[in-house]
């Protein structure tokens, strides 16, 4: 949809790892090293695929598979400036009640079905609606 609507929607991903997960903050911060080198949705992805097996070994496998500069990538994840980002979700996360993930909001109201297939028929709803204002 996004690509069909490319003036209309906005697609924001905010990280909110979650304390009971214990890697879930690592695997955060991976992503967004990976996304310095182009490859944040592909890393991303994977994350999900092995969110129950998640671990160091893991993300640093997910990493080389993805061709990531690893010295770059090892900086890059540690760094001031990924921390910082996911203070900042965090702390929005929060704000707006955030419980855990994954949390879905469309024209800053939570959606509580989050099933995929429900999604598209609630953008088109939003988009006829805002044509109409």
Do not use: C
């Not at 996911?86 to 996360?93: R, S, W």
């Amino acid at each position: 949809m996004l690509d069909q609507y490319p003036h209309e929607l906005n697609y924001a991903i905010k990280h909110y790892p979650i304390p009971g997960h214990r890697f879930a903050r690592s695997g955060a911060m991976a992503a967004l090293a990976a996304g310095k080198q182009g490859k944040f949705w592909e890393f991303h992805a994977e994350l999900l695929e092995n969110h129950d097996s998640l671990n160091e070994e893991k993300i640093l496998e997910i990493a080389g598979k993805q061709g990531l500069d690893m010295e770059k990538f090892n900086q890059d994840r540690f760094s001031v400036d990924i921390q910082k980002i996911i203070e900042e979700d965090l702390a929005n996360g929060k704000n707006v009640g955030v419980k855990g993930t994954p949390s879905v909001f469309m024209n800053g109201k939570r959606i509580r079905n989050r099933e995929i297939g429900t999604l598209p028929a609630r953008i088109m709803q939003e988009i006829e609606k805002k044509g109409k204002e």
